[in-house]
């Protein structure tokens, strides 16, 4: 398999959309609340897929892996500000539920990707 643009590879396409899902997301918050947990977990979102790409961008395989490592903790901060916003109503059970699910999805595909690499 040969990727030879960002755009193209699959695990950085899901990131994409979910950062942009946590945004629209985020953006109707009140104030205090996009002041506060909002802009940490735009932040942390928004890694998951900067990382990726800055990773394929390095020329070494092992610069690579580590940007997706980054991206896999940003992945997993994510999941923890998604906690918190459910324990604070600012998201429901059901927004819950689904932005869990596709972030659990791009952790596997992240995972499935960084083996990938490392096999290159």
């Known amino acids: 398999m040969s990727i030879n643009r960002i755009e ?3 695990v950085y396409q899901l990131a994409d959309q979910f950062s942009n899902e946590i945004w629209e997301l985020v953006i109707t918050w009140d104030y205090f609340a996009k002041d506060t947990v909002g802009k940490q977990i735009v932040r942390s979102a928004d890694s ?7 990773g394929f961008g390095r020329f070494h395989y092992k610069e690579n ?4 490592y980054f991206s896999r903790g940003s992945l997993i901060e994510t999941k ?9 109503k600012l998201i429901s059970e059901e927004q819950f539920i689904d932005l869990i699910t596709k972030l659990e999805l791009i952790h596997f595909k992240l995972n499935a990707y ?3 690499i490392g096999n290159k």
């Open 48 to 54: 998951i897929g900067a990382n990726i790409a800055e």
């Open 8 to 10: 193209d590879l699959e």
């Open 80 to 88: 923890g500000w998604l906690i918190k916003s459910k324990a604070r």
């Open 114 to 116: 960084i083996k990938f």
């Open 65 to 68: 892996k580590n940007f997706c």
